[in-house]
């Protein structure tokens, strides 16, 4: 039994499939169904992913099971009751406090985080030796990530108007950027291909059986 | 009041995990830790929220007949049926309410959130995403022309490292001699992927890093307050 409702399951895994892909046609009544499926079921799993993984072991266990070590989690409890407020539109603005909070942890990790990672970290990078490395090709090369850091960064400097060698500098910054974005535009269609592989697998494996999925 | 009270929150919130990163000691020493534990639990209650306000979304779309509004009803019904199934039988790793779910497992093979998982979810994202490939390909036919040197520079390396990433690249330029390695498509791949995608990458992570830390100053100091809405 279990075998047919696995294929049935199958079945239905390559009708949405197709009902996806008929987009590439036009817009129509099979796409749509499919695509509200995609919404319903996906809000579904991350409302259940989160009282599972996030709320159950976070608040309700610890407060279950040993509410007098656990009193102070009694707060971010209430303020996540203040935030389902906004679904009544009179008394919305209660909402305000636990965002507030929110914001304010985001504001205070993300000015730490990115300061320590995104900035110390990886203008220490950058301050190196170019000719310690072992050979002429790596020295080139961190020659080109010293010269195109610094460049780069002088792109993004739009206080001063970009002319003369201040703006030849930031030109030189652009064409590391575009090599980037390039690189990243490749990539990006890498993965997409490598998805739509996945779904020819599926097809031509699991429901047809002429491939070996 | 409002307005200022929230202001004050997030004023004193952030400043006191800026705070505890520079003295870890008590009272502050544990203070983020603390803070982040708290920040989850809201969090969580703000995705709920998410989905609830989306749930009742589509309620207002159907109850009013807007365009299209039959639709609405099947994404209202996929997610009640997830929801119901992940709440009654669980999931995979964790137990729902009901505690004989040994039969259903049998049946179906696995918990049936699991199924709807495996069957329906990821069909339809990895399908939904595949998608994309179709129009990045179309996109880029028509975007993509050398018409200046900087697309030339941008065609160039998406193409470099497309090639080089994937095993045509080796059988391209598999025949360039040894003494010629730095010629192979897969060598050249990493030479940009390493070296001129790294120094652009940098640039960007600096300046975004900087970026990041001017807003949450903002935030911190109420100069920023766009969160607190209109009212």
Known sequence: MTYIIERIGIWIGAFLTFAILSFLYKDNPFYKIAEQIFIGISAGYWFIYTIYNILIPNLFTPVLTDLSANRLLL??????????????????????????????????????????????????????????????????????????????????????????????TAKVGIYFLMISFGAAFGYTIMARISLLIGRLNFLLGNWLGIIKP | MRRQFPLIITFFIGTLI????????????????????????????????????????????????????????????????????????????????????????DFLGRKPFDYLFKYFFENLSATMFSLLAFFVASASYRAFRARSPESTLLLTSAVLVMLGRTTIGTWITGWVPESLTYLHLPNIANFIMEYLNTAAQRAIMICAGLGVVGSSLRIILGIERSYLGGK
């Not at chain 2, 929801?83 to 259903?104: M, S, Y």
């Open chain 2, 18 to 105: 800026v705070i505890s990163e520079f003295i870890p000691h008590k009272p502050f020493g544990n203070l983020s830790d603390t803070f982040y534990g708290w920040f989850l639990i809201i969090s969580g209650f703000a995705i709920i929220l998410g989905q609830l306000n989306l749930f009742k979304v589509n309620l207002i779309k159907i109850s009013r007949k807007s365009p299209n509004w039959r639709y609405y009803i099947i994404a209202l019904v996929s997610f009640i049926i997830m929801v119901l199934f992940g709440l009654l039988w669980g999931t995979q790793k964790h137990p729902g309410l009901l505690t004989n779910t040994q039969p259903l497992i």
């Open chain 1, 75 to 168: 707060i971010p409890a209430f303020l996540g009751f203040l935030m389902l407020c906004r679904l009544i539109p009179k008394i919305d603005w209660v909402s305000r406090y636990p965002i507030s909070f929110v914001m304010g942890t985001t504001a205070g990790m993300s000015l730490i985080l990115f300061l320590r990672s995104d900035i110390i970290k990886q203008t220490s990078e950058t301050m190196m030796n170019p000719f310690s490395a072992p050979d002429l090709a790596a020295t080139i090369g961190q020659l080109i990530l010293i010269i195109g850091t610094i460049t780069g960064i002088i792109y993004f400097f739009f206080s001063k108007k970009h002319e003369g060698a201040f703006g030849t």
